[in-house]
T-cell receptor
Framework: EDKVVQSPLSLVVHEGDTVTLNCSYEVTNFRSLLWYKQEKKAPTFLFMLTSSGIEKKSGRLSSILDKKELFSILNITATQTGDSAVYLCAVRGSSNTGKLIFGQGTTLQVKP | DVKVTQSSRYLVKRTGEKVFLECVQDMDHENMFWYRQDPGLGLRLIYFSYDVKMKEKGDIPEGYSVSREKKERFSLILESASTNQTSMYLC???????????????FGSGTQLSVL
């Protein structure tokens, strides 16, 4: 059965800290891994990763995929209170229908 | 700007009622999805559709049905609501994989459904 596991489930840090969120997966015929940020409403897209070892970066956020060890990390440097959110990892397997399998999410709280 | 619109932000229904959750996207996406989100369980797929009038069961379809009569609209139906269907329901859409940006899901703002 396809599975995505995120860790930690929750995390509390102070502004300026660096955090690393983890996502491991077991999926038949892996195609891509996606990261989303969810505040009060709709999850918003952060990154899509398809190739191992290539870092994707957007401002203070970056992510990398390891297809051999079947995991991805999401790094946030110099955290701000606006980074407080649930971070979702999702993986697409062999289906052509675009179905994503989600992990449980990591709840990040950044204190001032 | 891409937009996925869910008809209600909050809904309160009684056990046994028939409930309709509506979702509309304006991006001409082929794929549409219904997920429910519960604390500690993440997002779980209920149903999805990859074309008009086409539907496939997700991981937790029991107690739900769907309808996709037009490309832009995907409805989730709870035939007889039960208290264990109290949850946040998220609709999403995406382009068919293989098209530019295919595979990336765009989400609606969610409907928080309470069944009493």
């Amino acid at each position: 059965e396809d599975k995505v596991v995120q860790s930690p489930l929750s995390l509390v840090v102070h502004e300026g800290d660096t955090v690393t969120l983890n996502c491991s997966y077991e999926v038949t015929n892996f195609r891509s891994l996606l990261w989303y940020k969810q505040e009060k409403k709709a999850p918003t897209f952060l990154f899509m990763l398809t190739s191992s070892g290539i870092e994707k970066k957007s401002g203070r956020l970056s992510s990398i995929l390891d297809k051999k060890e079947l995991f991805s990390i999401l790094n946030i440097t110099a955290t701000q209170t606006g980074d407080s959110a649930v971070y979702l990892c999702a993986v697409r397997g062999s289906s052509n229908t675009g179905k994503l399998i989600f992990g449980q999410g990591t709840t990040l709280q950044v204190k001032p | 700007d891409v937009k996925v619109t869910q008809s209600s932000r909050y809904l309160v229904k009684r056990t046994g009622e028939k409930v309709f959750l509506e979702c509309v996207q304006d991006m001409d996406h082929e794929n549409m999805f219904w997920y429910r989100q519960d604390p500690g369980l993440g997002l779980r797929l209920i149903y999805f559709s990859y074309d008009v009038k086409m539907k496939e069961k997700g991981d937790i379809p029991e107690g739900y049905s769907v309808s996709r009569e037009k490309k832009e609209r995907f409805s989730l139906i709870l035939e007889s609501a039960s208290t264990n269907q109290t949850s946040m329901y998220l609709c999403a859409s995406s382009l068919r994989e293989g098209r530019r940006a295919g595979g990336k899901l765009f989400f609606g703002s969610g409907t928080q459904l309470s069944v009493l």
